[in-house]
């Protein structure tokens, strides 16, 4: 037995509005967050200068390392160096060894750092 045209109707309506819903709850969903990169360890650093830095040091070798200064954080990418670390991203960079390091950006020129 076949569906009378209103059922057939009906039905179509019903389907549509499932699917529309669909579409629109979907486009409630708020944005995925991005990924955070997992922290090993942090150090502070006091600079001559005078600005504290902080580095949240990447948990895994290759993975990016967070500058904290001035109210900003900066991610920065490892980068091949001969001996001890670096990162940068283009145009700002941290280098060092052991518990020295120092900053040079676009707007700063080297600044010399220690550990504390």
Not at 6 to 16: D, E, N, Q, W, Y
Not at 45 to 70: F, I, T
């Amino acid at each position: 037995m076949q569906n009378p045209p209103r059922a057939r109707r009906t039905t179509g309506l019903v389907a549509t509005a499932v699917v529309l819903s669909t579409f629109a709850l979907s486009a409630c969903t708020p944005p995925r967050a991005p990924d955070v990169p997992k922290v090993q360890r942090i150090t502070t650093y006091a600079c001559d200068r005078g600005p504290m830095m902080v580095v949240h040091w990447p948990a895994q070798p290759d993975g990016p390392a967070l500058l904290e200064m001035n109210g900003r954080t900066v991610p920065l990418q490892p980068e091949r160096v001969a001996s001890g670390f670096g990162y940068g991203d283009g145009g700002t960079y941290i280098r060092g060894k052991g518990n020295t390091m120092y900053f040079h950006s676009p707007r700063a020129l080297r600044v010399n750092c220690v550990a504390r």
